[in-house]
């Protein structure tokens, strides 16, 4: 069975403060990770797919990292409007989508 | 990129009640996904739903709990039946992307009392 573990559960930082989020995952043949910001209220916004180790994606402020057994999203220079929950999710070779528990993330001013 | 209209974005229900979501894709698409994500929760997946047959339910969720309507290749409606506050959730409708991996709706916010 796909698991998806995401850490930590809540991340309190500073404007400014830079920091990272994992996700560990275990999946039967894996055909994509996805990272997807999801504001209160709201559904989950795509940011990035990463499809094999060693790739690396990058937006504005977000760079999300692959390795074989979990990703990371780092966070550099964060500001307020980066607050949101951030979701990993993964892909099978069956093509369905697992989901971690995601992390809440809290810029404070 | 598609564009998936959802509503109602929120409702307050009692309790025996159910509620209808409808979800509106702005292009054809084979498979249409319902979620749940519960208070502090991460996404569960309720049910495919294949245009022209049955939905595919995952363990745990059940047809008469939760049917699901197919009726062309563009929209989907899920009913939560006969609701407990123990079904108040965010459901999200969703369509598969191979880029992205799946897009979502806004969600509806049900709270049942």
């Known amino acids: 069975e796909d698991q998806v573990t995401q850490s930590p559960e809540a991340l309190r930082l500073q404007e400014g403060e830079s920091s990272s989020l994992n996700c560990s995952y275990t999946?039967?043949?894996?055909?994509?990770l996805f990272w997807y910001r999801q504001d209160p209220g709201k559904g989950p916004e795509f940011l990035f797919t990463l499809y094999s180790a060693g790739e690396e994606k990058e937006k504005e402020r977000l760079k999300a990292t692959l390795t074989k057994k979990e990703s990371f999203l780092h966070i550099t220079a964060p500001k307020p409007e980066d607050s949101a929950t951030y979701l990993c999710a993964v892909r099978n070779a069956g093509n369905m989508l697992t989901f971690g528990g995601g992390t809440r993330l809290m810029v404070k001013p | 990129s598609a564009v998936i209209s959802q509503k109602p974005s929120r409702d307050i229900c009692q309790r025996g009640t159910s509620l209808t979501i409808q979800c509106q894709v702005d292009?054809?698409?084979?498979?249409m996904f319902w979620y749940r994500q519960q208070p502090g929760q991460s996404l569960t997946l309720i049910a495919t739903?294949?245009?022209?047959?049955?939905?595919?339910?995952e363990s745990g969720f059940v047809i008469d709990k939760f049917p699901i309507s197919r009726p062309n290749l563009t929209f989907s409606t899920l009913t939560v039946s006969n609701m407990s506050p123990e079904d108040s959730s965010i459901y999200l409708c969703?369509?598969?992307?191979?880029?992205?991996?799946?897009?979502f709706g806004q969600g509806t916010r049900l709270t049942v009392v």
């Open positions: 292009s054809q698409v084979t498979m």
């Open positions: 999946v039967s043949g894996l055909r994509g």
């Open positions: 969703s369509v598969a992307n191979w880029d992205a991996g799946a897009f």
């Open positions: 739903a294949n245009q022209g047959s049955e939905a595919t339910y």
